[in-house]
Each structure stands twice: as C-alpha cells, then as structure tokens.
C-alpha cells in the first residue's frame, strides 16, 4: 500500500499498476480506501487509478471517483469478508 501511495505522488501510473497487482490479500481494503480517497477523475493519473481499483475489486464502476466513492461507502465492511463458514446440516443432503 505504501508503493501505491508513493507512485500516486510521484504520478507514476505504471507503478501503481503493478504495486496494486502485489497487495497482499489481507491490505486489499487499506489499498481500496487509499484509491477511492485519491482519485478524482481528472488526472492522468486517476486512470491508473481506476485500472487498480477494477483489479483489486474486480468490478467496473467506470471512470466516476463519486462512483467509487459511494459504492465503497457501502461494501467497505464486506467486499473483501471471508465467505461465512456454512453449518453442516443435521440430516444429510442429497448430494452429499
């Protein structure tokens, strides 16, 4: 995450690229909140930004900051959440 935010300094968007293609699974969202605060949409760097923002979430909000902005407001807590351990059922399922 520190590389990402050294390269959005530096306006270095191949860096940022790639220092986003090697976070770690676990500061994926520390890496998200960092983006979503620094694009703004207008700079030739916030289209690098927004190429990191699709791969570490994988979707595609386009090239809005407002967009990523507030769709981050709402599945910060969760995108990157470990799927919930499923109980096993009592009975067995078909299937199973």
């Known amino acids: ?3 990402i935010r050294q390269a959005i300094e530096k306006r270095a ?3 940022l690229l790639t220092a986003a293609a090697l976070v770690p699974e676990d500061q994926r969202t520390e890496a998200v909140d960092l983006l979503v605060e620094s694009v703004r949409g207008n700079r030739r760097i916030d289209w690098a930004m927004f190429g990191a ?3 570490l979430t994988e979707l595609d909000l ?3 900051g407002d967009a990523w902005r507030a769709w981050w407001l709402r599945a910060r807590d969760s995108w ?3 799927p919930a ?3 096993k ?3 067995p399922t078909f299937g199973d």
Request: proline fraction near 10%.
């Open 80 to 82: 990157f959440a470990p």
């Open 62 to 64: 386009g090239r809005d």
């Open 13 to 15: 968007g191949l860096h």
């Open 85 to 87: 351990e499923r109980a």
């Open 1 to 3: 995450v520190t590389r």
């Open 89 to 91: 059922p009592d009975q």
């Open 53 to 55: 923002l699709q791969y």
